[in-house]
């Protein structure tokens, strides 16, 4: 059963190398021309529609996809390489991200031609913004006990309640969201939720913003009153959306963003302590980089396993799960480790803002995308128990 | 590194699975399953794995020994497997013959020392030497006025003072006073006693996720059998995500130990690449060692803290051999110090030319 958890030492291909230095220059490139400040974390409420279409004229957005539908057939290696790059140098990825990742990949599979033919090419031009509609106010973990309506009319649904947490809803042209369409069964809870594609900014649909504790607003809350949504947007199985939502989640917990989210911290630390670290110093910045170089073995080993069409659920929820505690424990220890960094005029002043920032970050880390207590009940399944 | 398409690994397993099952090992006082163990390794070339044929190995790839190390971890093997397969790798750089019987290598820890005299003979003392007691000969890596050497030694010839390790196993004190070689050769380029720290770490690493890998198993296996308050433990949320950490621990130190093998076997030299794969990994492992074991001690209850049960022979083994060739903390100063003299700028292409 331990066999199962074998995360084989994948190499990027040379193609992949080439590939990240082309991302490395055309990000040095958009740094210089004032795009973004690498040394600012803050790619979380900056919305850079300019930047998202010059990725997608780079043929970097759905690159998995096929060519018909604007994607570039390349690997998820390379899908991967382009991912960490930007993740690293702080890019603001908000307005593609969530598409390229999860929504392009749901369309692909579940809807019908005439939408991927007028959706999917412009994700990959860098056009579209999605958002994910799964939590509601009492349906956060426990996604079943959704209840927001779908309920069938002339045509389509007419769609009434609540969805919360919605990151980028305040930008994004489209959802995808699972809606209530019967109640749930007597033998299977998980029974009469559907996914559907729903476009945003029209009336019936509401988006109120959340301020958030790090002071920015990526979340939101999104009320939906008598909002129509045409037939043809039910993406696959009415009242089945359940097996297509948990399939999802392979992509969405096992890539670079799941323990990059804070790295920045890690590089200012070893930038404040120089050259020759004292030994407290280089003990922690050693153990640092060795679970961070850990974790990426580990995801990098899962790109390779979704490139060889497996589905490693588990392995994708172990990755979350270090990843994230270690995400969110890293400023801490950072902080901890610069607390006898000498101070000069200015060798401490982009570490304390990036600290400040990366702390108030930290609290999210082990909620979004799944909270890692669910993580660990879905890893236990796996082991066989239960 | 599947085990299915693999010989060597299939070989020692099976042997494992036959002469050292860690059950029947536990009962068996009197250690008389140590003799035959070895030698049916031996008979298997397992021992000499990493030595050609034309200096008396069996010329594994550093690939499959390295495979073989993890599933000795996975029995907890207690005989001096991996010393030997280190000695002789050792002593084949300097394309020295590997004689018959046990071997260990010394020095053990990064911190000792064995320098050559004027008239060829070798000095100095190597603590925590892991199975000298057992051994026959030693590989030794020691230094001269013409730079690092390599020497055969006969194991008579040296003082050595017993201890054990935290798992029972032999770790002793060797003091070499103006001892003459059997055999000294000047080391090739590259072979330095830090790299032989980091091959032996890699090593450990292995033997670590292999070990662990069998406590993640027969921790799942206990809970689904142990019952208390009318249900198996196995049902208890808190108990479900004690073992899903196991899993997540047994896995991140299965990944950076494969992945630090697969570095070394595929690499030319010991770079800064290397260097990074192989000092993590030993930091993860021991890390993870100190983590898992303690969760699948957790998971057992009394009954895993006794002598009758075989999980110490793997817990205590994971944590003993944390300590040899450089503990964590030893690694995780010198990889902060490549990280920090390499700069703040270039420790992302550090870690993503891996
Ligand atoms: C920054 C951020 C962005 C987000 N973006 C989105 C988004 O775009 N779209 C979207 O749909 N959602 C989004 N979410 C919501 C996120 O998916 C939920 O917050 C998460 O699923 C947890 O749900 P909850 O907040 O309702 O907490 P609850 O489910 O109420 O959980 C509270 C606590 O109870 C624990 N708990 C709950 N059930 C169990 C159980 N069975 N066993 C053990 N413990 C349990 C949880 O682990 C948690 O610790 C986002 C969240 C954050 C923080």
């Known amino acids: ?386 | 590194m599947a085990e299915s398409d693999n010989i060597v690994v299939e070989t020692a397993e099976k042997i494992f699975a036959d002469l050292a099952d860690p059950q029947t090992i536990n009962n068996d006082k009197k250690n008389s399953w140590q003799a035959p163990l070895w030698q049916a390794l031996s008979e298997a070339g397992l021992p000499l794995a990493w030595v050609p044929d034309d200096l008396g190995g069996s010329g594994a790839s550093l690939a499959d020994g390295f495979a073989l190390l993890n599933a000795a971890g996975r029995f907890a093997v207690a005989v001096p497997l991996a010393e030997t397969m280190l000695a002789g790798w050792l002593l084949a750089q300097a394309k020295i013959a590997s004689p018959d019987g046990e071997m260990t290598v010394l020095p053990a820890s990064p911190k000792d020392r064995i320098t050559i005299d004027a008239d060829g003979s070798l000095s100095g003392r190597a603590r925590g030497v892991p199975f000298a007691k057992a051994a026959k000969h030693f590989a030794v890596l020691a230094h001269g006025k013409d730079g690092v050497s390599i020497a055969l030694v006969d194991a008579g010839k040296a003082r050595i003072e017993s201890g054990l390790n935290l798992g029972y196993d032999h770790s002793d004190t060797v003091t070499l006073d103006k001892v003459q070689p059997v055999t000294i050769k000047v080391a090739p380029d590259g072979v330095d006693q830090t790299n032989l720290m980091l091959m032996g770490g890699v090593a450990r690493s292995l033997q670590i996720a292999g070990a662990l890998e069998s406590m993640l198993d027969i921790s799942v296996r206990y809970s689904n059998e142990r019952v208390a308050f009318e249900k198996k433990i196995s049902k208890f949320q808190a108990v479900q995500h004690n073992l899903a950490r196991l899993a997540g621990e047994s896995a991140a130190a299965l990944a950076a130990a494969t992945s630090a093998a697969d570095a070394i076997a595929n690499a030319t030299s010991f770079n800064d690449e290397v260097y990074l794969e192989a000092a993590s990994a030993k930091i993860r492992c021991a890390e993870a060692a100190e983590k898992g074991g303690g969760i699948a001690h957790q998971v057992h209850g009394a009954i895993g803290f006794t002598i009758e049960h075989i999980l110490h022979r793997y817990s205590l083994r994971a944590l003993a051999w944390r300590d040899d060739f450089g503990s964590e903390s030893h690694w995780a100063v010198e990889l902060g110090k490549l990280v920090a003299s390499r700069g703040a700028d270039e420790l992302w292409p550090l870690v993503a030319s891996r």
């Open chain 1, 1 to 386: 059963m331990t066999a199962a958890l074998r995360f084989d030492p994948i190499r990027l291909p040379e193609k992949c190398e080439q590939l990240r230095k082309e991302v490395r220059a055309f990000l040095a490139e958009e740094i210089a021309a004032g795009t973004f400040d690498p040394h600012k974390p803050n790619r979380e409420d900056t919305d850079a529609p300019e930047f998202s279409r010059r990725v997608g004229a780079k043929g970097w957005l759905g690159m998995t996809w096929p060519k018909k539908y604007g994607g570039q057939e390349r690997s998820f290696l390379e899908r991967y390489v382009v991912t960490e790059e930007m993740r690293v140098a702080n890019a603001p990825t908000r307005r593609f991200f969530v598409a390229d990742r999860q929504s392009g990949p749901v369309l692909i599979k579940y809807a019908p031609e005439h939408i991927k033919m007028d959706i999917l090419p412009r994700i990959c031009r860098g056009e579209i913004c999605f958002a994910i509609g799964m939590s509601e106010p009492n349906s956060g973990s426990d996604l079943f006990a959704a209840k927001t309506r779908a309920t069938k009319t002339d045509g389509g649904y007419l769609i009434n309640g609540t969805k919360i947490w919605t990151s980028s809803a305040h930008i994004a042209d489209y959802m995808i969201a699972i809606f209530r369409t019967s109640p749930p069964t007597k033998e299977n809870r998980r029974h009469g939720l559907t996914q559907f594609l729903v476009k945003m900014k029209q009336p019936g649909i509401k988006v109120n913003p959340i301020g958030q504790i790090t002071g920015q607003y990526e979340f939101n809350e999104v009320v939906f009153t008598d909002f129509f949504v045409p037939e043809d947007h039910v993406l696959g199985e009415v009242d089945g959306a359940w097996k297509q939502a948990t399939s999802e989640l392979a992509y969405e917990r096992s890539g670079p963003e799941r323990f990059l989210e804070t790295y920045y911290v890690l590089t200012e630390l070893v930038r404040a302590v120089g050259p020759n670290p004292d030994t407290r110093s280089a003990e922690g910045i050693g153990r640092l980089v060795a679970q961070l170089h850990t974790m990426r073995r580990m995801s990098v080993s899962v790109a390779g396993m979704l490139q060889a069409g497996k589905e490693p659920v588990v392995e994708a929820s172990i990755v979350k799960d270090i990843g994230t505690v270690w995400e969110q424990q890293l400023p801490h220890r950072v902080r901890d480790l610069a607390a006898f960094v000498e101070e000069t005029a200015t060798n401490r002043e982009t570490l304390e803002r990036q600290l400040d920032f990366a702390i108030k970050t930290a609290p999210k880390l082990t909620i979004q995308g799944g909270t890692t207590e669910v993580l660990r009940g879905i890893i236990a399944r796996g082991l066989g128990l239960r």
